[in-house]
């Protein structure tokens, strides 16, 4: 059974940093393609970063571009997201997910963690 779980979130000031992990279970880490989407209050779900299976090819939203960075560690099963100069804007529920193809359409992601929190505050 494949299992992601998030952590690294929590309460910043604007202009913070902060680096999220999700450590992956259940499945052959390295096969897969990983990826970052964020919910805020009353929105959709969005696309926010993904990460091919050797970590060399990256896509990143245009609104992150430039402060987050995604990364992988397929020794430890473990994808990042290190968000930086952070914005009121960026306060999300942020999620992992599993990804069947290099895509930022979230319909190619069959696998979720439960998210983490990120606030930023003004």
């Known amino acids: 059974q494949v299992q992601l779980v998030e952590s690294g979130g929590g309460l910043v000031q604007a202009g913070g940093s902060l680096r999220l992990s999700c450590a992956a279970s259940g499945l052959t880490f390295s096969g897969y393609i990983m990826g970052w989407f964020r919910q805020a209050p009353g929105k959709e779900r969005e696309f926010v970063a993904a990460i091919g299976r050797s970590g060399m090819t990256t896509a990143y939203a245009d609104s992150v571009k430039g402060r987050f960075t995604i990364s992988r560690d397929n020794a430890k099963s473990t994808v990042y997201l290190q968000v930086n100069s952070l914005k009121p804007d960026d306060t999300a529920v942020y999620y992992c997910?599993?990804?069947?193809?290099?895509?930022?359409?979230?319909?190619?992601?069959?696998?979720w963690g439960q998210g983490t929190q990120v606030t930023v505050s003004s």
């Open positions: 997910a599993r990804g069947a193809y290099f895509t930022q359409s979230r319909a190619a992601y069959d696998s």
